[in-house]
């Protein structure tokens, strides 16, 4: 796989918990008990697509740019989009769309709860 820093990165992000969907083989990645990152494994156990969470203009633009962006996999296909995990996007544009799927999740949570797990309360 070429994303192997997603794990680390996305685990340094405050409030960010992980565990196993394994009906789905998914690891799932949440904030405030809201997911916000998947990473969708094949029956081998390797990552296939990395899904994220961002606003449908950034989504549809993301789709246009890489022919490895594509819809939300089992996703709703306006908010969620899929990164094949072996695919063509740069890391530093991967990590971007990390951050802002994170702080649009974030963003979602109560004002209590964002100041909890920010460390602000």
Same mark, same amino acid.
């Given at each position: 796989? *070429?994303?192997?820093?997603?794990? &680390? !990165? ?7 918990? /992980?565990?196993? +969907? ?11 008990? /809201? ?14 697509? @990395? ?8 989504? &549809?633009?993301?789709?246009? +740019? !890489? &022919?490895?962006? @594509? ?41 209590? *709860? +964002? ?7």
């Amino acid at each position: 796989m *070429k994303y192997e820093w997603m794990d &680390e !990165y996305l685990l340094t992000k405050p409030g960010v918990t /992980k565990d196993l +969907q394994a009906d789905w083989n998914w690891i799932r990645y949440h904030v405030g008990e /809201k997911m916000f990152a998947a990473i969708c494994l094949n029956d081998a156990d390797v990552p296939v697509y @990395i899904t994220l969470k961002l606003e449908p203009l950034e989504g &549809e633009f993301w789709r246009g +740019q !890489y &022919e490895n962006v @594509i819809p939300g996999y089992y996703m709703n296909r306006l908010h969620w989009n899929s990164i094949r995990a072996g695919g063509a996007v740069p890391d530093d544009i991967l990590r971007d769309m990390m951050d802002k799927s994170y702080a649009l999740v974030l963003r979602g949570l109560t004002k209590k *709860k +964002q100041k909890e797990i920010l460390g602000m309360e």
